[in-house]
């Protein structure tokens, strides 16, 4: 059974930074796809950011130029750093891990770490 844990998040002023990692207890080699979510209160979870085996990323918009995702192959471990944080930022964060194998899709969460950035 695949484990995803996530950390690195918390408090932070508006215009800080935060790195948040997602430790998985099998090897992220296997998994075609890997991101992040977040769900702010009242709000839909929305797609934050992903990237795939080959190293391929892309952001949601609001996102994009701010935060950075990136995978350590070695460590296991996901990551995504965050930069220039806004109030709106502020949400749970959960990590995922997508993969297909003989046809059959299967994906993985983390528990969800908060990040809460003040104004």
């Known amino acids: 059974q695949v484990q995803l844990v996530e950390s690195g998040g918390g408090l932070v002023q508006a215009g800080g930074s935060l790195r948040l990692s997602c430790a998985a207890s099998g090897n992220i080699f296997t998994f075609n796809t890997m991101g992040w979510h977040r769900q702010a209160p009242g709000k839909q979870r929305e797609l934050v950011a992903v990237i795939t085996s080959g190293g391929s990323t892309n952001y949601v918009d609001s996102v994009k130029g701010r935060f950075t995702i990136s995978r350590d192959n070695a460590k296991n471990t996901l990551y995504l750093q965050m930069n220039s944080l806004k109030p709106e930022d502020t949400a749970i964060y959960y990590c995922?891990?997508?993969?297909?194998?003989?046809?059959?899709?299967?994906?993985?969460w983390g528990q969800g770490t908060q990040v809460t950035v003040s104004s």
């Open positions: 995922f891990a997508g993969r297909l194998r003989g046809g059959v899709y299967s994906d993985y």
